[in-house]
Antibody, heavy 120, light 108 residues
Framework: QVQLVQSGADVKKPGASVKVSCKAS????????MHWVRQAPGQGLEWMGW????????TYSQNFQGRVTMTRDSSMRTAYMELRSLTSDDTAVYYC?????????????WGQGTMVTVSS | EIVMTQSPATLSVSPGERVTLSCRAS??????LAWYQQKPGQAPRLLMY???TRATGIPARFSGSGSGTEFTLTISSLQSEDVAVYYC??????????FGGGTRVEIK
């Protein structure tokens, strides 16, 4: 079945970087756009950016510009999101989410989420 | 940036009752609006897109309406499994894609 499986929870110190992976299965990886969304504890959803797995083109939210990099390895059907210079405000669940593009730009499939905790 | 505002923040409803959730956009998003359901400890799930099209597998008791700046998600008869936080999201003018703050639906 169609699914996105993310890497496990991680704990980082302030100033460090984290890299979260998102492995796709059950569909053509390069045929759908991949977005990243995060959710701080008890808070709402915040869009971070997206990558076109086919071309590698990216667009980032201004809130993360300069701190985030989204990449993909098409041979591994995996997308990655790296966030640098972490602070406690980056403590959140990070989700990857697929967008069909052609039929809708809504997120139709989500990963299970990766909890990233930033603590000294 | 388009700001999405949801109301109310929390709704307490008896099983079987009709539930109406509102979402307002700071400027017109046409029908480029989606609704998501998030249960505790789970990832969000797509309910509606295009303001009124149910996603695959979504029960018919869920319906969406509206266009421009005013949108509504209706649950015709609340079931216990519908307890969740519901988010609206616009994909008309982006980046950035923006979400509402969510409405929590509880059982009375």
């Amino acid at each position: 079945q169609v699914q996105l499986v993310q890497s496990g929870a991680d704990v980082k110190k302030p100033g460090a970087s984290v890299k979260v992976s998102c492995k796709a299965s059950g569909y053509t990886f390069t045929g759908y756009y991949m977005h990243w969304v995060r959710q701080a504890p008890g808070q709402g959803l915040e869009w971070m950016g997206w990558i076109n797995p086919g071309s590698g083109d990216t667009t980032y939210s201004q809130n993360f510009q300069g701190r985030v990099t989204m990449t993909r390895d098409s041979s591994m059907r995996t997308a990655y999101m790296e966030l640098r210079s972490l602070t406690s405000d980056d403590t959140a669940v990070y989700y990857c989410a697929r967008v069909p593009g052609a039929s809708t730009w809504a997120f139709d499939i989500w990963g299970q989420g990766t909890m990233v905790t930033v603590s000294s | 940036e388009i700001v999405m505002t949801q109301s109310p923040a929390t709704l307490s409803v008896s099983p079987g009752e009709r539930v109406t959730l509102s979402c307002r956009a700071s400027q017109s998003v046409s029908s480029y609006l989606a609704w998501y359901q998030q249960k505790p400890g789970q990832a969000p799930r797509l309910l509606m897109y295009g303001a009124s099209t149910r996603a695959t597998g979504i029960p018919a008791r869920f319906s969406g309406s509206g266009s421009g700046t005013e949108f509504t998600l209706t649950i015709s008869s609340l079931q216990s499994e519908d307890v969740a936080v519901y988010y609206c999201q616009q994909y008309s003018h982006w980046p950035p894609l923006t979400f509402g703050g969510g409405t929590r639906v509880e059982i009375k």
